[in-house]
T-cell receptor, first 111, second 113 residues
């Protein structure tokens, strides 16, 4: 089992749609959680951190469920510019800090 | 502007050849990292360095070597021992190893001729 698993997609949605991605992680001792955005053949960029209480940044909402060991990202009112790959990132401190990247979920937003 | 610069953007390697990917940062970060990205897979850690003149193997260090002679620079050499080098290579840095936020360079696509 991979340490961080994501549905690879692709998700094809029309502009204005709401889309949600899930990510599961295997290490129950994981401490920090993030969503990164990566455009094709470019570097990943931090989209948002994920907090236990859930957090929102404009059209983006992130949730963490520690009991079930998954995090989610919700995008409302999708824009063409949201088309990208979204990487789930989990950080743990078991024998030293370790950052694990999921393989990513591809999103295509169509006009 | 502060940031991380990787070069070249595209690199081609012949059989049996060693090639070196450059990574320079002017963020005054102590920690630097090299990741490899293959299609359908997450980023995998090759090597990391917490301070000058010190570096540690990551999860897939075989066939690679690094040096950290200066705080700003962390070059990666892909040796001929790396039999499947074709991938997208990303360099990153953080204030310290324990710091969560990673800053990435724009990447180098390495292909085998």
């Amino acid at each position: 089992r991979k340490e961080v698993e994501q549905d690879p997609g692709p998700f094809n949605v029309p502009e204005g749609a709401t889309v949600a991605f899930n990510c599961t992680y295997s290490n129950s001792a994981s401490q920090s959680f993030f969503w990164y955005r990566q455009d094709c053949r470019k570097e990943p960029k931090l989209l948002m951190s994920v907090y236990s209480s859930g957090n929102e940044d404009g059209r983006f909402t992130a949730q963490l469920n520690r009991a079930s060991q998954y995090i989610s990202l919700l995008i409302r009112d999708s824009k063409l510019s949201d088309s990208a790959t979204y990487l789930c990132v989990v950080r743990s401190n078991t024998g030293g800090f370790k950052t694990i990247f999921g393989a990513g979920t591809r999103l295509f937003v169509k006009a | 502007d502060g940031g991380i610069t990787q070069s070249p953007k595209y690199l081609f390697r012949k059989e049996g050849q060693n090639v070196t990917l450059s990574c320079e940062q002017n963020l005054n970060h102590d920690a630097m990292y090299w990741y490899r990205q293959d299609p359908g897979q997450g980023l995998r850690l090759i090597y990391y360095s917490q301070i000058v003149n010190d570096f540690q193997k990551g999860d897939i260090a075989e066939g690679y070597s690094v040096s950290r002679e200066k705080k700003e620079s962390f070059p990666l050499t892909v040796t001929s021992a790396q039999k499947n080098p074709t991938a997208f290579y990303l360099c990153a840095s953080s204030i310290g190893r324990d710091n969560e936020k990673l800053f990435f360079g724009s990447g180098t696509q390495l292909s085998v001729l």
